[in-house]
Structure formats: C-alpha cells, structure tokens
C-alpha cells in the first residue's frame, strides 16, 4: 500500500507564502506523478496543480496559475508546492495524490490518483 504524507501547512497572512511537501512510500518515487488539491467545508475537492513523473510538465488552476509552482524532486524523493501571494480564498485543507498510470490528459483529474495524504491545513487571514 502506497503511504502519502504531506506537510508545510498553516496560517499566513493575505500576501505570504507558504511551502507544502509531500512523500510517499510503498512505490518508487520516480514512478509516482503527484497532484495537489484543496478542499473545504462543504464543498468539493478541487484541483490546485500536478506535475509528472520527472517534474517537466505541470499543469495549474486557473486560480492559482501564476502564484502557485509545483514541482517534483526525484532525487530528494519529495514533490513541493510553493505558494506565494496567498489570499482568503486560498483557505482549504490541502491534499497531495499519488499515482503511477495517470496520462496528460486525465492529470486535472481526481481520479487519476489512488494514493493520498491526510492533507495540511491552509488558512489565509488577517
């Protein structure tokens, strides 16, 4: 069984930054395409970012592309989300997702990842 962790959550006021990492184990990282998601109270999951299995190619939100860069390590074994001029709307519990066979055109999607985290709680205010 694929264990994901990720981490690097907290509280940051409007126009901070904040880092979120993730790791898994159980599957070779180099295998692993990785995938960020937020998700709060009431509504559903919704795709933040995800980068495939060597780090080259990423794929962003439009409501984060331009603030938000994901990228993978291979030989860190670490895949991190790095968040910069972070507002309210911002505020979700975040979620990294593992998977192994997701292609290029299902990587927006929820479903193409099997294996995930507990999520880290992000939350922008003043």
């Known amino acids: 069984q694929v264990q994901v962790e990720e981490s690097g959550g907290g509280l940051v006021q409007p126009g901070g930054s904040l880092t979120l990492s993730c790791a898994a184990s159980?599957?070779?990282?180099?295998?692993?395409?990785i995938a960020w998601f937020r998700q709060v109270v009431g509504k559903e999951r919704e795709f933040v970012a995800a980068?495939?299995?060597?780090?080259?190619?990423?794929a962003y939100a439009d409501s984060v592309k331009g603030r938000f860069t994901a990228s993978k390590d291979n030989a860190r074994n670490t895949a991190v989300l790095q968040m910069n001029n972070l507002q309210p709307e911002d505020t979700a519990v975040y979620f990294c997702g593992a998977g192994d066979t997701v292609i290029i055109s299902t990587m927006r999607r929820e479903s193409a990842y099997h294996y995930w985290g507990q999520g880290t709680q992000v939350t922008v205010s003043a």
């Open positions: 159980g599957r070779a990282w180099q295998r692993l395409h």
């Open positions: 980068v495939r299995l060597s780090g080259g190619h990423t």
